[in-house]
Every structure is written in C-alpha cells, then in structure tokens.
C-alpha cells in the first residue's frame, strides 16, 4: 500500500515561509496530479495548489504569489513552499496525489494532514 507522509507544519509568524513536504513510499510508479488542501478550524476542505504531471500548476486566489508547489520525481515527494505567510493560511494542510501503482493501477491518496499555525 502507498503511504504519504507529511511533514514541514509548525508555529511561524506572520511573513515568515515554510516549506512542506510530502513523501511517497510504497508502490508508486509515478504520480500525476499533485494537490495540496487546507481546512482550518470549523471550516471546509479547499484547495489550495495543484500540479498535474510535472508541469502546469494553479493556485487558489488566496495564496497565489506566495505558495509554490513543486515536486522530486526521484524522491517520490511533494512540496509546498509558502511564503508570506498571513495568520489566515492557519490550517491543517494535506497533501492527494493521483498515482499509478505497481500494478498499473490509477487511484488517489491522501496524506495524515501537517498543522501550520501563523501568528500575527
């Protein structure tokens, strides 16, 4: 079974940058839409970056300038770097990649969710 393992979440002040990651393991043969989502408190799930393949990318509104999601193909890992950051990116951030497995295989997995907390 695929695990992604999230990492990179922790206390920063606002306008400072943090860098998430998150590393595939398991059967992946390659990944080919690559997310990242938020949801703060008492609020719905949004999308935040995404990337399909290794090229284009699209960001929500709210963070566009200032995240940036990346991937390494030979790592397996999917990056978010943020920048900038306001006390409103305060969420659980979760990684979802669509890969093909080892058996060929197209499904979508999810991350446990890394805490990112901005303070004014």
């Known amino acids: 079974q695929v695990h992604l393992a999230e990492s990179g979440g922790g206390l920063v002040q606002a306008g400072g940058s943090l860098r998430l990651s998150c590393a595939a393991s398991g059967s992946i043969d390659s990944m080919k839409v690559m997310t990242w989502h938020r949801q703060a408190t008492g609020l719905q799930r949004e999308l935040v970056a995404r990337?399909?393949?290794?090229?284009?990318?699209d960001y929500a509104d709210s963070v566009k300038g200032r995240f940036t999601i990346s991937r390494d193909n030979a790592k397996n890992t999917v990056y978010l770097q943020m920048n900038s950051l306001k006390p409103e990116d305060t969420a659980v951030y979760y990684c979802?990649?669509?890969?093909?497995?080892?058996?060929?295989?197209?499904?979508?997995?999810w991350g446990q969710g890394t805490q990112v907390t901005v303070s004014a």
């Open positions: 979802n990649v669509v890969a093909i497995d080892a058996t060929k295989n197209i499904r979508a997995y």
């Open positions: 990337m399909i393949g290794g090229g284009s990318t």
